[in-house]
């Protein structure tokens, strides 16, 4: 008798959510999941490098998802470096060029394109150090704050 499993949607994102978090940690990166920026825009994951870079991952959990999210661009102003977290399955080649590009699944990932270096104005850059840091002890504390508040 054959089994026939069926994934959602959401079960794909969390599993590329955990794998890419997994994964930044690997890298030196503290990562900090669903994060809304000053925009009012959610950043899957935001992490923060040993030596301050801040990176942006957007998780897609399909072709669907990708589609009809056209506000990639939108992270960029609080961010050094920005990607693009997919399943191993995912189309690959429908993504855009520029991004950075992590595969992964619930357990870790790679990163099959280095995302590329905007720095943020120290201003910027010290806000949201800041805020990040904030939030994450908020985390820690038992909260369940969301919200970058430079």
Same mark, same amino acid.
């Given at each position: 008798m054959d089994v026939i499993v069926t994934v959602t949607r959401p079960e794909i994102t969390t599993a590329v959510t955990r794998g890419a978090a997994r994964l930044l940690v690997d890298l030196g990166f503290a990562p900090l999941a669903e994060v809304t920026l000053p925009n009012g825009r959610r950043a899957d994951l935001m992490a923060l490098s040993r030596k301050g870079q801040i990176l942006i991952v957007e998780v897609k959990s399909g072709l669907e998802d990708f589609r009809v999210d056209r506000k990639w661009h939108e992270y960029m102003p609080y961010c050094d470096h920005f990607a693009f977290a997919v399943a191993p399955e995912f189309p690959r080649d429908i993504l855009p060029d520029e991004p950075g590009l992590i595969i992964c699944d619930a357990f870790g990932g790679a990163v099959l394109r280095e +995302?590329?270096?905007?720095p943020l104005a120290g201003a910027r850059r010290k806000a949201l150090t800041i805020a990040f840091g904030r939030l994450a +002890?908020?985390? +820690?504390a038992g909260g369940s704050a969301v919200l970058l508040e430079p």
């Open positions: +995302a590329p270096v905007s +002890a908020l985390r +820690a």
